[in-house]
């Protein structure tokens, strides 16, 4: 039987994400507290098959081959470890697409980790290279711990390991917004600065599990204009505060958003009265990605 390696991808949600400038290249430069999550995750197989780089997803409609960024990834690899591709990847694709979630770049980063843990060619270094040339996100997905990212997201500090589990919801609309749409529509001069010791609130509150507080410190400058542009966004964050979040936030460039809650009983008994009134949200329990 042909060697099979398989690998769960956890999605990420940015509990802070300050921009703070515009390279030359137009990407932006930011601030970013990342948070891997088990669920939702998903998962990709790795096969040996003819001669090319093929890439199939459980989701019909979703780029495949190379035009996914799973087979980007593939080709890039061939080209630096100078390995003859012949390879077939399955996606078994449970994140929801466009949707702040970093569902795109956790599947990149699987296709060179799995990879490389056959091959064994590449340092880390190198491969760290080429995830960034695939998106700003997908080094962090290498090893997908909670981590602060500068630069363009790819200058990771790891925090401890040790950290409480936040008490998380998901929340999705269930319709996408591309990246560049949402970075296109910051606009700085609307956006406050956050003060210099906010992360060291952010930090101190989760070590003690003030979620009340923690909540208050969640932040996102791509929010105001998600916001303005789908109202159902704004009245899905005015009725979670009603029914007792802790704290509201959309990931990255949305529109999933996410809510902190005080314990594992007022998440379950949130996540149950959201879904009475909006039965075409989809909302995820979210757990902590241990696996690193």
């Known amino acids: 039987m042909a060697e099979v390696r398989s690998l769960t991808v956890p999605s990420k949600i940015n509990l802070i994400l300050k921009i703070t400038g515009k390279r030359p290249d137009h990407y932006h430069q930011l601030q970013t507290l990342f948070l891997p999550l088990a669920v939702p995750a998903d998962r990709v197989e790795l096969h040996w098959s003819g001669p090319g780089i093929r890439v199939c997803s459980s989701r019909p409609g979703l780029p495949e081959d190379l035009d996914n960024l799973?087979?980007?990834?593939?080709?890039?690899?061939?080209?630096?470890?100078?390995?003859?591709?012949?390879?077939?990847?399955?996606?078994?694709?449970?994140?929801?697409?466009?949707?702040?979630?970093?569902?795109?770049?956790?599947?990149?980063?699987?296709?060179?980790?799995?990879?490389?843990?056959?091959?064994?060619?590449?340092?880390?270094?190198?491969?760290?290279?080429?995830?960034?040339?695939?998106?700003?996100?997908?080094?962090?997905?290498?090893?997908?711990?909670?981590?602060?990212?500068?630069?363009?997201?790819?200058?990771?500090?790891?925090?401890?390991?040790?950290?409480?589990?936040?008490?998380?919801l998901l929340i999705n609309p269930c319709f996408p917004v591309s990246s560049a749409w949402a970075y296109r529509h910051f606009e700085p001069e609307r956006i406050g600065k956050l003060p210099g010791f906010h992360a060291d609130l952010l930090l101190e509150a989760w070590r003690a599990a003030d979620w009340e507080a923690f909540g208050k410190l969640l932040h996102n400058d791509l929010g105001l204009a998600l916001y303005e542009k789908f109202p159902l966004l704004e009245m899905l964050r005015r009725r979670l505060f009603q029914l007792g979040a802790c704290g509201v936030q959309i990931s990255g460039s949305g529109p999933t958003m996410f809510a902190v809650c005080r314990d594992a009983d007022s998440r379950e008994a949130l996540a149950e009265a959201l879904q009475q009134e909006f039965s075409d949200l989809r909302c995820f329990t979210a757990e902590p990605y241990r696996h690193f």
């Open 70 to 168: 799973g087979g980007r990834a593939a080709q890039l690899y061939a080209s630096a470890a100078g390995v003859a591709p012949e390879w077939m990847f399955r996606i078994e694709k449970n994140i929801p697409v466009a949707a702040g979630l970093g569902g795109g770049s956790a599947d990149a980063a699987a296709v060179l980790r799995l990879l490389n843990e056959h091959y064994r060619i590449l340092p880390a270094a190198a491969l760290t290279a080429l995830a960034l040339q695939l998106g700003a996100d997908v080094p962090f997905f290498l090893t997908p711990r909670p981590a602060w990212a500068g630069g363009i997201g790819e200058e990771l500090t790891w925090l401890p390991a040790e950290l409480p589990a936040v008490p998380l």
